[in-house]
C-alpha cells in the first residue's frame, strides 16, 4: 500500500530529475579511472547478484542503475539487480544467508546485517576507506551496522521524515515559528485545531509514519522500551509523562488517526484538510510536481522534530545498510561495488534523482547540492544525524526488528489515546509483548 | 485360450503367489495403486503444511533461521497473552455475526430469486457480482468508503446536512468492527444465495402443490416442505460460509490490518503480523495452529447437523 501510493505519487518527479544524472560518457570515464585506482580490484569473471528495496522514486532508480551500469562497464562484473518491496527484503536476505547462496549483496532496512552477523562480509576496510574520505560516518547509521568494532555492512543511506506543516495555518495559530518543543508544540496543536486547520499523526498500523512519531514522543521524554542490556524498562514514569503529552496532542488531532495507515496522512495532506504532519519529503515533493497542488506546495514548510524534556533529539529514522555475504565468490567486486557507488560523483547524482527523500550517512555530503536546490529541502539533510537506532538505546538486532514491526510502541500510544486502556493497562499490554519478544 | 487351459492341466504344479505377484495382481493393492497418485497429492500438498505447520508452533524458528524444538513454549506465551485472547474474541465475533447474517440475507435472497419475476437470469447473475469481484479490489474500495477523511458516507450525510462531522468509521472500535463485518457479508452473501438457491430448484413443485391443496400458509411452506428439503444444503454451505470467515485475512488487511488498537485483528492477521512482519514464524503457526480446534468443532456442528436431518426425515438407523 505505502509504496504503491507514494511511487504514484512521486510520479511526476521523473523527468525532472533524471536530467540530473550523470550519464553516459562522463560516468564511464570516471568508473574506468575509479576502477583502476581503487583498493578493490573485481575478480575476473565476476558476477554479483544484489537485492534491494524497491525504490519509491522513480528518479532514483533511474540514477542507481547508471551506478550499476558503470560499475558494470568499467570492471566487466556481471551485475544482476533485482528489487523487492520492503516487507520483503528481510525474510528473503535471511534466506540467503540461511541457505548460504542466491545473493551476494543485499540492500535491506533497519539493522538488518545485525540479524546474521556470522553470514556477512566484514566491511572494514571499505567503511575506514569511506569514512576517512568523506568526513566519518553519522552516528546511529554506524551503530546500525557495526557490532563491535568490525563493520558488519555498509548504512547507505536514510529516509528522513520531518515536520511537514502549511506556514498560513501555523502562522494563524500564532507560530511564526515552528514550535522547538514539546510544550509549545502542544499549545500549537491546540490553536491548530481551534481554528479548524488540524494537524494529524497515524496510529493505526503504519510501519513507518506511526513507529516513527511515537517513538520520537516515547524517548523524547527519555522512556525506551529497554536499556542498553535489553532489559524491559518500559514500564517508568518516562512512559507515563509520554501517554499523558500523546494523549493531549491525540485530543486536538484530525479524528480517524486511529485507522490511518503509511499512506493517509499523505492524501489528507494533499486534499487540503491536514496541516500539520510528519512524513518523508515525499508530500511536499508530490504538490510540488502537480500543477494543481500550486498553493498547497508554497505554503508548505518542513521543520525539525521538537525537543522533548530529553533535552536532545530523539527521531526515529529509517536506514538502509547494503552488506555483501560472506559466501559470496567474489568479495572483491562486493566491496568495490559498494564503495564505488558511495564515491561523491555517484552519491551526489543519485541523492539528486531521489529528491531529498534520502539523506546522506558520510558527513560530507551534508553539503551535496539536492539540500540547497531547494530551500524547503535542508531539514532533511538532518536525518541521519538525529536519528537514534531502531533498538533506541538497547542493542541493535533482530529482537528490537520484531518490537518495531510487531507495532509494541504505536499500540501502547494507540491503546490509551483511544480509551481503549487505560495509561497502566496500555504499558502492561506492552510490557507483556516486550517480554514475549526480549524472552 | 484354450492353450493355457491344456498348458495348466498337463503341469498342475502351481506356483506359490509371490509378494512381487501380490503387489501387482491383488485387487486390493491394485486398488490402492490407484489411489496411490491422490494421496500423494493430498499428502504434499495438504497433509504436509499442516503438519509442517504445527510443528513450527513447537519451535521457535524465524524467517530464514532453523528453530529449536521448544515444546509448548509459544502457546504458553499465547495463554496469557490479551493480544492473542483479543483476536480470538474478535474471529469469534467476526464469524457469528456475519455467518448468521450471511445466512438470513442469503436465505431471503434467495428465496426472492426462486419466485417468477421478469429478467429473472439477468438478475441472478447480478447477485453473484459481489461474488466475482477479486476480495483485494473490493476490500480497497470498502477501504475507500470507510476512509475517516475522504469516506462517501460521510460525504454524503455531511451534504445532507444530516451531520457536521466525518464518521470514524475506521478509527473507532465499534465501527470498525461493524465496516469489517459490513465488508464481509457484502462479500459474502452470493455465494449463500446461489447455492440455497439451486437447493431450492430441486425441490419438486408437487410437493407445494399438494400442501397448497391442503391449505398450507405461506409460512407453512416454508416451514415444513422447504427447510427440511433444505437442510443438507444449508449445512454445507454454512460450513463453508464459517470456514471462510473464520479464516478471512484478506478483507481485514487491506481495510485496517487489524486496527484501531487491535479492535479487528483476527486470529488470520495476528498470525501473518507475528509470523511474517515481525519475523517469528513459530509464534506465527501456534496462533495458526490454535485456529484448527475452532475449525474443527465447525465441520462437527454441520456434520451432527447433517444427521439430524436424516433422523427428521424419519431414515432409519443414522
Redesign the interface.
Known amino acids: 500500500m505505502q509504496d504503491f501510493t507514494r511511487r504514484a505519487l512521486l510520479q511526476g518527479g521523473t523527468a525532472l530529475a533524471a536530467t540530473g544524472a550523470l550519464t553516459g560518457p562522463a560516468l564511464f570515464e570516471f568508473a574506468k579511472a575509479w576502477a583502476a585506482d581503487s583498493p578493490w580490484k573485481a575478480e575476473p569473471g565476476a558476477k554479483l547478484t544484489v537485492m534491494r528495496w524497491k525504490r519509491f522514486v522513480p528518479a532514483e532508480d533511474d540514477a542507481f542503475n547508471a551506478i550499476v551500469a558503470a560499475f558494470k562497464a568499467a570492471t566487466g562484473t556481471e551485475m544482476n539487480v533485482f528489487s523487492e518491496s520492503f516487507e520483503d527484503v528481510q525474510p528473503k536476505a535471511s534466506v540467503a544467508a540461511n541457505t548460504g547462496s542466491g545473493l551476494d549483496i543485499a540492500w535491506g532496512l533497519h539493522t538488518l546485517p545485525q540479524l546474521f552477523p556470522t553470514k556477512v562480509l566484514k566491511m572494514n576496510d571499505v567503511a575506514d576507506y569511506l569514512g576517512k574520505k568523506y568526513g566519518g560516518w553519522t552516528d546511529a547509521a554506524a551503530k546500525t551496522c557495526k557490532l563491535g568494532d568490525d563493520w558488519l555492512g555498509i548504512p547507505v543511506t536514510t529516509n528522513g521524515g520531518y515536520m511537514t506543516y502549511r506556514k498560513s495555518a501555523t502562522d494563524k495559530a500564532g507560530f511564526k515559528e515552528f514550535p522547538k518543543d514539546f510544550p509549545s508544540f502542544l499549545e500549537m496543536c491546540k490553536a491548530l485545531k481551534a481554528n479548524n486547520t488540524p494537524a494529524g499523526f497515524a496510529l493505526g498500523h503504519a510501519s513507518g509514519d506511526a513507529n516513527a512519531w511515537l517513538h520520537w514522543i516515547l524517548w523524547g521524554h527519555g522512556a525506551y522500551t529497554v536499556d542498553q542490556s535489553d532489559k524491559i524498562i518500559i514500564n517508568s514514569p518516562e512512559t507515563m509523562k509520554a501517554l499523558e503529552y500523546c494523549k493531549a496532542l491525540y485530543e486536538t488531532f484530525i479524528p480517524g488517526t486511529p485507522s490511518w495507515n503509511d499512506s493517509s496522512n499523505n492524501k489528507a495532506y494533499l486534499a487540503g484538510e491536514l496541516y500539520c504532519t510528519l512524513n518523508g519529503i515525499s508530500i511536499y515533493v508530490a504538490a510540488k510536481t502537480d500543477p494543481s497542488k500550486k498553493d498547497i506546495a508554497e505554503d508548505t514548510y518542513h521543520a525539525l522534530h521538537p525537543i522533548g524534556p530529553v533535552g536532545k533529539p530523539s527521531e526515529l529514522q529509517l536506514v538502509f545498510p547494503i552488506l555483501a555475504f560472506n559466501f559470496t565468490k567474489y568479495p572483491n567486486a562486493a566491496k568495490a561495488f559498494i564503495a564505488f557507488m558511495m564515491e561523491k560523483e555517484q552519491y551526489e547524482k543519485w541523492m539528486d534523482g531521489a529528491q531529498g527523500y534520502l539523506t546522506q550517512t558520510l558527513n560530507a555530503y551534508e553539503s551535496a547540492p539536492v539540500w540547497t536546490a531547494d530551500p524547503k529541502n535542508a531539514v532533511f539533510a538532518q536525518a541521519s544525524k538525529r536519528t537514534l537506532p531502531a533498538s533506541g538505546i538497547g542493542t541493535v538486532g533482530e529482537k528490537a526488528a520484531t518490537a518495531i514491526a510487531d507495532f509494541i510502541v504505536v499500540d501502547m500510544f494507540a491503546n490509551y489515546c483511544t480509551g481503549t486502556k487505560d495509561a497502566k493497562g496500555a504499558v502492561a499490554e506492552a510490557e507483556r509483548q516486550l517480554k514475549r519478544i526480549y524472552r | 485360450m484354450a492353450d493355457v487351459v491344456v498348458a495348466s492341466q498337463a503341469k498342475p504344479q502351481f506356483r506359490e503367489a509371490s509378494a512381487w505377484d501380490q503387489l501387482k495382481y491383488n485387487r486390493n493393492w491394485l486398488g490402492f495403486w490407484f489411489m496411490l497418485p491422490a494421496m500423494a497429492f493430498l499428502i504434499f500438498f495438504l497433509a504436509y503444511p499442516l503438519g509442517l505447520g504445527i510443528w513450527l508452533s513447537f519451535t521457535d524458528t524465524?524467517?530464514?533461521?532453523?528453530g529449536q524444538f521448544i515444546g509448548i513454549e509459544n502457546y504458553q506465551?499465547l495463554w496469557?497473552?490479551?493480544?492473542f485472547w483479543l483476536s480470538v474474541f474478535n474471529t469469534l465475533l467476526y464469524t457469528i455475526v456475519a455467518s448468521a447474517l450471511k445466512f438470513a440475507i442469503g436465505l431471503y435472497l434467495a428465496l426472492l430469486l426462486n419466485e417468477n419475476m421478469p429478467f429473472k437470469a439477468m438478475l441472478r447473475a447480478m447477485v453473484l457480482i459481489p461474488f466475482i469481484v477479486p476480495t483485494v479490489l473490493s476490500a480497497l474500495a470498502f477501504w475507500w468508503i470507510f476512509?475517516?477523511?475522504?469516506s462517501i458516507i460521510s460525504w454524503s450525510l455531511k451534504h445532507l446536512g444530516l451531520i457536521s462531522?466525518?464518521i470514524?468509521?475506521?478509527?473507532?472500535?465499534t465501527w470498525?468492527r461493524i465496516c469489517v463485518i459490513f465488508a464481509n457479508i457484502w462479500r459474502g452473501v452470493p455465494f449463500v444465495a446461489i447455492t440455497l438457491l439451486a437447493g431450492l430448484q430441486t425441490v419438486s413443485p408437487s410437493l407445494y402443490e399438494a400442501a397448497t391443496l391442503d391449505g398450507a400458509t405461506r409460512w407453512q411452506n416454508f416451514r415444513y416442505i422447504t427447510y427440511p428439503l433444505l437442510t443438507p444444503i444449508i449445512a454445507v454451505v454454512m460450513t463453508f460460509s464459517v470456514l471462510f470467515t473464520f479464516t478471512d485475512f484478506q478483507l481485514i488487511w487491506?481495510m485496517?490490518?487489524?486496527?484501531?488498537?487491535?479492535?479487528t485483528h483476527l486470529m488470520a492477521t495476528l498470525s501473518y503480523?507475528?509470523a511474517?512482519?515481525?519475523?517469528?514464524l513459530g509464534?506465527g503457526a501456534a496462533i495458526s495452529s490454535a485456529m484448527i480446534p475452532f475449525l474443527l468443532a465447525a465441520i462437527m456442528v454441520s456434520w451432527f447437523g447433517l444427521q439430524r436431518r436424516k433422523w427428521q426425515q424419519g431414515e432409519s438407523n443414522d
Do not use: K, M, Y
Open positions: 524465524r524467517i530464514g533461521r532453523v506465551w496469557d497473552d490479551a493480544i476512509d475517516s477523511q475522504f462531522q466525518n470514524n468509521f475506521l478509527g473507532d472500535t470498525a487491506a485496517t490490518r487489524g486496527g484501531p488498537v487491535n479492535a503480523q507475528r511474517i512482519i515481525a519475523g517469528q509464534e
